[in-house]
C-alpha cells in the first residue's frame, strides 16, 4: 500500500456510512473486488497485472465453492454476487476498446480470451458445488500450496515467467521472477487453506459467496495481513449494518491508529532503511561495530515497517467496522523466544500454530514412536521452517527457520527442567527482576541474529555478514 491508497481507503470510509446499512456489506464486496486490481503493480509481461488478480478471484470463487456445506443449495444472492465479479472483471477491460479517465490495469487483455476464461470458471465452481468429496478438500489445499511454492520459488517463478513471454510473444531471454510479481497471494493462500481445513474439520461457519470473497481479499489486509480466521471476522461484517453512522470514538480510533501506523513506515522505518544492513552495507562495512549497528537499524526498520502497515490495516479496519486481529505487540521486550512469537506478527504465529503446529503434533504422539521431546522438537522445526519458506522459498529463510524452530525448542526444554527453580526465583523480586532483564536482551539478541538470515539474499553472505559480527574474516 502506498499513501495514495491509504488515503483513497480513509475517503472510501465515509462515504461507506453514508450508504443505507444494507448496502454496506455489499459496498465492502464491491470495493475489495476492485482494489484487488488497483493495487497489483504493472508488470513486464501482457496482460499480467490484469490475469493475476483476476486469477485471484477465480481461485477464491473455486474455493468457496469447495467449501459450501454439503446440503447447502446456491442461494440467488450467490448467483448474483458471482455476476458482480464477473462484471467487474469484464468492466476492467474496457480501456481496451474505449478511451477512459482512468484505467485500474495498464493492460488489459482481449475480451474474448478473458471472457472464456471466466465461462471456464463459473462451470467449474458449479461442478463442484455439486461434487462433494473430502479428496477435492485435500486437493484444493494441495493446489493451492503448489501454485504457492511456484510463486515463491525464484527458478520456478522464473521459469512460468519464461512460459507466458512465450505466450505473449515477448523475449524470453529476460524473462526473472519479478514478472511475475503475484500481489497479495502469500496472505490468500493462508486463508484459504485455513477454510479449506477448517471445512474438513466441520467448523467452518456456512458462508455466502459474497462474504467467502470479502473475508479473503479484504482489501485493508490484502498485501500485509493480519491473517483473520473467518468466523470472526464474518460475525463481525454480519454485524456492520447495524453500526451508527458516526460513530467519534471509531473514527477517532480507526485514523489515530492509521497515523501511527504512517509514522512508523513512512517516517521512521524508511529513514531507517539508509543504515540498515543489505548485502550492499554488508559488503562495505569495515568493523564488527558497523555491522552491529547496521543490524540493529535493520531489526527495528523491520519491526517498523511490518507493525506500521498492520497499524494502517487495523484502523482502516475500524473505520469500515470490521476489527482486525493485532498483530504486534512490543515483541523486542519479551523476556523469551516463546512470547516473542505470540507478539511477532502474531496473526502468522497463530495460523501456523493452529493448522501445522497441534495437527503435526497430535499426530505424531498418536503414533507413539517419537518421545515428547522429539515430537516438540519436530514441530517446531517444522512450524518455522514453514514460516520462513512463507517469505520465500530460499536456502536464508530456511536457516532462518531453523534458527527460531530450534530456539522455541530449546526454551521450551529449558522451561520444563528449571519450573521449581523459577517459582522459587519469584519470591525474590530483585533477582526475579534482573532474570527478566537478561531474559529480554537474550531474546532480543537471539532474534537479532536471526535477521541476518532473514536481510540477506544468500547464504555465503548471511554466513561470512554473522562471522564478521564477532570480528571473524576482517
Not at 487453506?193 to 474438513?200: E, G, L, M, N, P
Amino acid at each position: 500500500m502506498e499513501l495514495i491508497h491509504i488515503l483513497v481507503f480513509s475517503a472510501l470510509a465515509a462515504l461507506y456510512f453514508v450508504l443505507p446499512a444494507r448496502a454496506r456489506t455489499w459496498f465492502l464486496f464491491v470495493v475489495s473486488v476492485i482494489v484487488i486490481y488497483w493495487l497489483q503493480p504493472t508488470l513486464n509481461i501482457r496482460w499480467l497485472d490484469y490475469s493475476l488478480p483476476t486469477l485471484t478471484l477465480v481461485i477464491v470463487g473455486v474455493s468457496w465453492a469447495l467449501t459450501k456445506p454439503r446440503d447447502a443449495a446456491v442461494q440467488r444472492e450467490d448467483i448474483f454476487a458471482a455476476l458482480i465479479m464477473i462484471g467487474l472483471a469484464l468492466l476492467l477491460v474496457l480501456p481496451r476498446y474505449v478511451e477512459l479517465p482512468i484505467s485500474i490495469t495498464s493492460r488489459p487483455p482481449p475480451i474474448e480470451p478473458t471472457l472464456l476464461g471466466l465461462s471456464i470458471a463459473l462451470i467449474l465452481g458449479a461442478a463442484l458445488t455439486r461434487l462433494k468429496t473430502p479428496l477435492l478438500l485435500t486437493l484444493g489445499i494441495v493446489a493451492v500450496v503448489v501454485i504457492f511454492a511456484i510463486i515463491k520459488t525464484e527458478p520456478l517463478t522464473t521459469w512460468l515467467a519464461s512460459l507466458l513471454r512465450a505466450n505473449s510473444g515477448q523475449d524470453v531471454t529476460i524473462a526473472s521472477a519479478v514478472d511475475v510479481g503475484w500481489l497479495g497471494f502469500s496472505y490468500v493462500a493462508f486463508r484459504l487453506i485455513s477454510t479449506i481445513r477448517d471445512r474438513q474439520m466441520g467448523i467452518l461457519p456456512a458462508l455466502t459467496l459474497r462474504e467467502y470473497v470479502t473475508y479473503v481479499i479484504f482489501f485493508p489486509a490484502y498485501t500485509a495481513g493480519p491473517i483473520d480466521r473467518a468466523e470472526p471476522f464474518i460475525e463481525q461484517y454480519r454485524t456492520i449494518t447495524t453500526l451508527n453512522r458516526f460513530d467519534a470514538d471509531r473514527i477517532t480510533q480507526g485514523l489515530t491508529r492509521i497515523m501511527i501506523g504512517l509514522a512508523k513506515k513512512f517516517v521512521i522505518a524508511d529513514s531507517l532503511a539508509v543504515f540498515s544492513l543489505n548485502a550492499d552495507s554488508a559488503a562495505q562495512a569495515n568493523s564488527s561495530i558497523a555491522l552491529w549497528l547496521m543490524l540493529y537499524a535493520y531489526a527495528f526498520r523491520l519491526f517498523l515497517d511490518f507493525s506500521g502497515y498492520s497499524d494502517i490495516a487495523i484502523g482502516i479496519g475500524i473505520l469500515f467496522g470490521i476489527k482486525l486481529p493485532e498483530n504486534f505487540n512490543r515483541p523486542y521486550s519479551k523476556a523469551n523466544i516463546t512470547v516473542f512469537w505470540q507478539s511477532w506478527h502474531a496473526s502468522l504465529s497463530n495460523w501456523a500454530r493452529t493448522y501445522i503446529y497441534a495437527p503435526l503434533s497430535r499426530n505424531l504422539l498418536r503414533t507413539k514412536r517419537f518421545s515428547n521431546d522429539m515430537v516438540v522438537l519436530l514441530c517446531n522445526l517444522a512450524t518455522m521452517i514453514v514460516i520462513g519458506l512463507w517469505h520465500g522459498v530460499t536456502l536464508p529463510f530456511f536457516i532462518w527457520g531453523l534458527w527460531h524452530g530450534i530456539g522455541l525448542f530449546t526454551h521450551k526444554a529449558w522451561t520444563d527442567r528449571t519450573r521449581k527453580w523459577y517459582r522459587g526465583l519469584q519470591a525474590q523480586p530483585s533477582r526475579a527482576r534482573a532474570w527478566n532483564i537478561a531474559g529480554i536482551l537474550l531474546t532480543f539478541h537471539f532474534v537479532l541474529l536471526g535477521w541476518v538470515w532473514f536481510a540477506l539474499p544468500d547464504v555465503n553472505t548471511a554466513a561470512t555478514t554473522f562471522a564478521r559480527l564477532f570480528g571473524i574474516g576482517f
